[in-house]
């Protein structure tokens, strides 16, 4: 190796971060490398509590880890990553405030992530709200405290109504989860506004599968299902959208839902900056090698859901885009990284699903760790205490709001932080 060796990290979300904290530990003090991690924002962000930050059941700061804090000894370089130059070992990116930026690099992990799946729907980009960031997450919960409010205020019952009326498309985890948890937020709302009495909080959640949470064993999406029809969630399956408007959406049933809420919990899709790299993709996943290698590229690791991993445990399959692969594929790159180096060996991804955790809110919570399936208080116990460990900070933080959500109840305060044109769907965050 010689005397500095640079190792850049494209993307700080669950791959990233694990690769760069596997790098720390793996890479001696002394062994003269500089580790530089590009990400656009300063922190690690802990998805899946997303849904509780928009119920206003956690403080958005508890799903955020600053990144030098936890990765000391690691630089950060703010900043989207815009064009990846494999052959000249070099990526552009450009900073927080517009200045375009060049990168070179000894070795490199891509852990750029994905971002929103957008489909051809009129009206989606511009009346549908994401799912992918804190920005979008404090958005949707200022946006629904003020329809419910504004519906308070208003004389006209069809408007109320209208304002009343939330709509949540895709029952995959994160959808399941904010469909749950909203009628206890919008109750919460509504008890404090006398003119409510009595109104509806409708939500519905379409999606095109036949039931809630598809990817699930059968009894654990009944749980799931029972849970939100019991709070009044309206499950809508085989339906989607077939346009977005201001006043409300049309379904494919031919049905017209008036609404100001829509929130769109699809699914996600491979960062397009991959594609630009030159080289094999699938599914616009980069190719590579078991050990996470891009063939062609020695120097050149990718890890998460920028990453085509083959399944040694499902051969002639890849591995799935979920956080459970994209953190063991992170600290695995990190690991063989070094081993390029001379700091350990290189080894294969090979990892079974340990199962899988979806907060229903409340008391309610799906849950199947080691493929033991429970549901109710169990469920919720197992699917906290999984978050608690799985977060690589502000775990007393977390508990303690839990605590003060179960005793005091939520506030249901507006912050007016985020304006609409600040969270344009076609344009989110990414998440590695």
């Known amino acids: 190796m010689s005397e500095r060796t640079r190792i850049v990290i494209v993307g700080g979300g669950f791959a990233g971060f694990s690769a760069a904290r596997a790098l720390l530990k793996t890479l001696p003090p002394d062994s003269g490398a500089e580790i530089v991690l590009v990400n656009r924002t300063d922190y690690f962000l802990y998805l899946p509590l997303l849904p509780e930050v928009s119920a206003a059941v956690i403080d958005p700061r508890r799903v955020t880890v600053s990144l030098p804090a936890a990765l000391p000894g690691v630089r950060l370089a703010l900043g989207e990553v815009t064009a990846l130059m494999l052959d000249e070992r070099k990526l552009t990116y450009v900073d927080p405030e517009g200045t375009s930026r060049a990168l070179d690099y000894d070795r490199l992990i891509v852990a750029v992530g994905s971002v929103n799946k957008l489909l051809p729907i009129p009206g989606i980009a511009e009346h549908a709200h994401g799912f992918r960031s804190v920005p979008e997450a404090l958005y949707l919960r200022d946006h629904v405290i003020r329809q419910v409010e504004l519906a308070a205020a208003a004389d006209d019952p069809v408007e109320r109504d209208a304002r009343c009326t939330f709509v949540v498309v895709g029952a995959g985890y994160t959808g399941t989860e904010v469909a749950a948890q909203g009628p206890l937020f919008t109750a919460a709302i509504a008890r404090h506004h006398r003119e409510l009495a009595g109104q509806r909080m409708r939500w519905l959640l379409l999606d095109l599968a036949p039931k809630v949470l598809p990817e699930l064993d059968r009894r654990l999406s009944r749980a799931a299902d029972r849970v939100l029809r019991r709070r009044g969630v309206e499950i809508m399956t085989g339906t989607s959208v077939k346009e977005a408007a201001t006043g409300g959406v049309l379904l494919t049933t031919g049905e017209f839902v008036p609404s100001r809420t829509l929130v769109w919990c699809v699914g996600v899709r491979p960062d397009p900056l991959v594609e630009s790299a ?47 692969h994209a953190t063991r594929q992170g600290t695995l790159a990190g690991h063989n990284l070094a081993a390029t180096l001379g700091h350990g060996e290189m080894r294969e991804y090979r990892h079974h699903d340990l199962g899988f955790v979806v907060d229903l809110g409340g008391a309610q919570a799906a849950a199947n760790p080691l493929h033991i399936p429970m549901s109710g208080l169990p469920a919720k116990a197992v699917t906290r205490g999984y978050h608690l460990m799985a977060m690589p900070g502000n775990r007393v933080r977390t508990a303690v709001d839990w605590a003060l959500d179960a005793t005091l109840g939520r506030q249901t305060v507006q912050l007016g932080l985020v304006r609409s044109a600040a969270v344009p769907l076609e344009t989110a965050p990414r998440q590695s």
């Open 278 to 324: 030159g080289v094999a993709t699938q599914r616009g996943r980069l190719c590579v090698e078991p050990t996470l290698v891009v063939p062609g590229h020695s120097e050149v690791f990718a890890c998460g859901d920028a990453a085509a991993v083959p399944d040694l445990t499902r051969p002639g399959e890849v591995t799935a885009m979920t956080a459970q």
